[in-house]
């Protein structure tokens, strides 16, 4: 018999029979997920020894060492460590060695199996890879299983004006899981370290002041909560449910709290945060006072900076400061708010009050109109500086109304007739003014008065009744002068 086939003979049995579940296996079936394996070609003489090579990556030699293993098929594992020999190809440069970052690498095995039906299998390992030959842990599932999280976590108002933290079965009312789950409910100020926590069987649970020694009420603070589940008797709980957010209402006057963060041996930086509408009128200054010194308390961490910031859809501005000492452990820091506050100076900023009775009449040659008023009720001081500004104008006329300007000390307008339109109802109105930009006094014009009307009056002008006079009195002569010379005849 051909002893090729002898030895394949032999061997069969321990192929098929070696197999168990503590027992290694290998995945053929791609090895286009690594570019190492798609590299490695190996060949053999057919009496003792097995040639391999293969490109690496130059980085494996400082980040992941790789050596490779040939599959023993007489005990179904890896050959021992000191049949494999492994070191960098000497020689030649292959054909495609000119490729950038990739080295040759070499390994040779010394094997006395050679048969038509035996194959040589190789795979990599790195030096930090675990033999598959540790042992395996065994499941038990009923200690080892999670249930769903809870879902529906929300916060309310309950009827007494405490918070109210409901959530629901992971699992339909029906399903008996859901009469067999207790709950965990973890809840804190938001950012603090360590969370409160209750364990309980029902779906809810009250927060009421000071409960479980967290003051759940203190005002302007957001606190968040989270909720998992587990079955009553065995198991593993699940995972935490997403986060719920409320906040208290803020207290009046409240100041914000204060975070200070130690940036070296001697600074530290200190941040503070203040709602954006609220920071438009109260700002925030910090004090500092040496606990161990009988010192006054003085301004400190001058140099702020802001950042406007959105947390949970509410608009913020963060300032922060730093500031250094020596004795940063003995310090005493101290918000104290400030109203943001404008000042005017009394005498630039005069609205006087507006003139008194406004009258409108006729000129004395009975063509014009005056318009008269009264000084307004003004402390006299400024009297002298008042001047004033009238408007008159035709309702019934779309244009602009007429602007007057009328000097300091003067309390009437002479309008003309001819300006106006004949046989119309007008209004005026008046107005005080002091200067703008005086040295003394200064400030805006006053309210205008009411307005009051007049009429215009015939829409005979002076110059149409002249004209018409003398047109009559030239007929006159005309017709003397006719009736004269027929009499002399």
Not at 208 to 236: F, I
Not at 273 to 281: R, T
Not at 294 to 312: P, S
Not at 366 to 372: H, L, M, P, Q, R
Request: with cysteine; proline share 6%; glycine share 4%.
């Amino acid at each position: 018999m051909n002893p090729n086939w002898a030895l394949f003979c032999a061997v069969l049995p321990l192929l098929v029979s070696c197999s168990g579940p503590d027992k290694c296996t290998l995945n053929e079936s791609n090895f286009r997920v690594s570019s190492v394996l798609e590299s490695l070609q190996c060949y053999n003489d057919y009496q003792s020894k097995v040639d391999c090579q293969w490109r690496e990556e130059l980085s494996n030699e400082k980040n992941m060492t790789l050596e490779l293993w040939n599959w023993n098929p007489y005990v179904k594992r890896e050959s021992p460590r000191r049949t494999t020999r492994c070191e960098p190809l000497d020689g030649p440069p292959g054909p495609h060695d000119d490729v950038k970052n990739l080295t040759l690498m070499r390994c040779r095995f010394n094997t006395s199996l050679f048969a038509i039906a035996i194959n040589h299998t190789f795979f990599f390992k790195t030096l930090t890879a675990t033999s598959c030959f540790s042992s395996h842990r065994s499941l038990n599932l009923s200690q080892q299983l999670r249930v769903r999280p809870p879902v529906d976590l929300s916060v309310n108002i309950s009827e007494k004006g405490d918070r109210l933290i409901q959530w629901s079965s992971p699992y339909p009312a029906s399903s008996r899981l859901s009469h067999n789950l207790t709950y965990q409910l973890n809840y804190r100020i938001e950012g603090k370290d360590s969370w409160k926590s209750e364990t309980l069987n029902e779906t809810h649970l009250e927060l009421w002041n000071e409960h479980l020694d967290l003051p759940v009420h203190q005002p302007g603070c957001w606190y968040e909560a989270r909720v998992r589940a587990k079955v009553v008797t065995r198991g593993l709980w699940s995972e935490w449910s997403p986060l719920v957010t409320w906040k208290t209402p803020e207290a009046k006057d409240q100041t914000p709290s204060m975070q200070c963060v130690l940036d070296g041996e001697e600074k530290v930086t200190c941040s503070w945060e203040v709602m954006k509408e609220k920071a438009q009128f109260i700002t925030y200054r910090v004090e500092c006072q040496h606990e161990h010194q009988n010192t006054i308390a003085k301004r400190c961490c001058v140099h702020k900076e802001v950042t406007r910031i959105n947390r949970h859809n509410e608009a913020l501005l963060r300032y922060s400061c730093s500031l250094t000492s020596s004795y940063l452990e003995h310090l005493k820091l101290e918000l104290i708010p400030e109203l943001n506050a404008k000042s005017f100076n009394a005498s630039q900023n005069i609205i006087p009050n507006p003139p008194g009775v406004v009258r409108v009449k006729k000129s004395l040659d009975g063509w014009n109109w005056i318009v008269e008023w009264e000084k307004p009720t003004s402390v006299p001081v400024f009297n002298p500086h008042l001047s004033h500004e009238v408007r008159y104008w035709n309702p019934l006329n779309k244009k602009n109304p007429h602007l007057k300007n009328v000097a300091q000390g003067m309390t009437s307008l002479l309008i003309e007739g001819a300006s106006l339109e004949p046989a119309q109802r007008y209004k005026v109105q008046v107005r005080a003014l002091l200067p703008k930009g005086g040295l003394t006094y200064t400030g805006g014009p006053s309210e205008w008065t009411e307005p009051q009307e007049w009429d215009s009056g015939s829409a005979w002008s002076r110059e149409t009744l002249l004209y018409v006079g003398l047109c009559v009195l030239a007929a006159l002569l005309c017709i003397a002068l006719f009736f004269g010379i027929n009499t002399g005849r």
